[in-house]
């Protein structure tokens, strides 16, 4: 593979931007990668990789000779027709999308009549025709842009890229979107070919479907709760019916990471500043800001007052797999508790180094087994594979309390309780239907 395949530039060499130029590399293309940060670059040029992602750094070593890092732009625009733009665009205060980067990116592109840009950073819908309504403002009309989204889940990205679900092309049907098309055709996927606004439409109207889905099950697991049914039974029954899959329905305390929070608010925004109030997406936010908060309720039930106790926090990401922590529920339990009287420790197997960052006043540990010292409570937030396989039996003997609350009901709750600890999970009825 590989032979004539088109060279491509890709401009930010963030977590999208260098899943995107390893996996065209992989592909067999040239790729020229741009970024304004030359430490990062200096790194990438000596075989670091600035972020944790499962195959990534393999794919770099294995693309070596296809991958050149550059800070400056005009080596992707002297061997590339395409730009792929993976800047970063994160939210105002206002909750808008920063579009200073993608901005940045446009202004510094030459007039040319060969190169398009090729946007991979989520933007609000409107931008495409708002960046070609600058190029012609700037004598730049023969500059072509097609937009072409994201869908890579942290922790699967390299796979994601690989085996794509769907490849949406938004373009105005010339030589830019066939080269994009072609680019992506080694990989087989359904291909939705469309105009730029429909297809800035699918990207934040997938990601907010999926986060209903998310807050959907999370209420279902809260009525649960009352009536004694187990949310794991209710799901497992409902994602059979193909219409609605039994993917996206577990349960547990609230989605985090750099796209949900990001693009439902998006979305809402965008829908605000039309004109339209987006109902449904205002009530998927308040109860994933909820369900982050219900844990606390759950040990206050168990522990009474959580003033003079001791919280352990088993994983601290976003969700495994990553060393992501941005919007992690674990950032709003840690001050929820702290200001709540409790100390608090703290284990991630990885994203550590970021949460430092982050989280202030409380006792980083090294291990679970540290961790869960002189706990009164155990709390499980991100299902990293190690803490499925614990010693509960040792955790039991380190623990000053008994109490496992399973925030992703990812436990066996059989082998907790065998232990002598209690478990509650999110949604889970009566033990006896946990231990069937
Ligand atoms: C998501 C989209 O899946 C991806 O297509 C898009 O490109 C970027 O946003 P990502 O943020 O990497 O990807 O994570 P994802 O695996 O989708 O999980 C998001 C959050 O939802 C996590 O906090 C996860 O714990 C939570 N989640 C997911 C649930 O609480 N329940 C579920 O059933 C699924």
New binding site residues.
Partial sequence: MGQGREPIGVIGTGYVGLVTAAGFAELGSDVFCVDIDAEKIAGLRAGEIPIYEPGLAELVTANRERLRFSTDIADALEHARLLFVAVGTPPTYSGDADLSAVLAVVNAMPASDDHALVMKSTVPAGTGRAIKRIFAEQGKAGFRYVSCP??????SAVKDFLNPDRVVVGDDGDWAGDAVVELYAPLEAPLVRTDTASQEMVKLA??AF?AT??SF?NEIANVCEETGADVIEVAKGMGLDDRIGS??????I???????PK?VNALKQLAGNSGYHFQLLNAVIEVNELQKRRVVGKLQKHLGSLVGTTICLLGLA??PN?DDMRDA?SLVLSARLQADGASVRLYDPVAEEEARELIRGAHFSDDALDAVQGADAVVLVTEWDEFLSLDWAQVAERMAGTVVIDG?NALDAVAVTAAGLTYEGIGRGSLASLTR
């Fill in positions: 994201e869908f890579l889940k942290e922790g997938s990601n999926l889905k998310i099950i993917k996206f329905l577990q349960a547990g609230g989605f985090g990471g750099s796209c949900f693009d976003f969700k990553t529920s992703r």
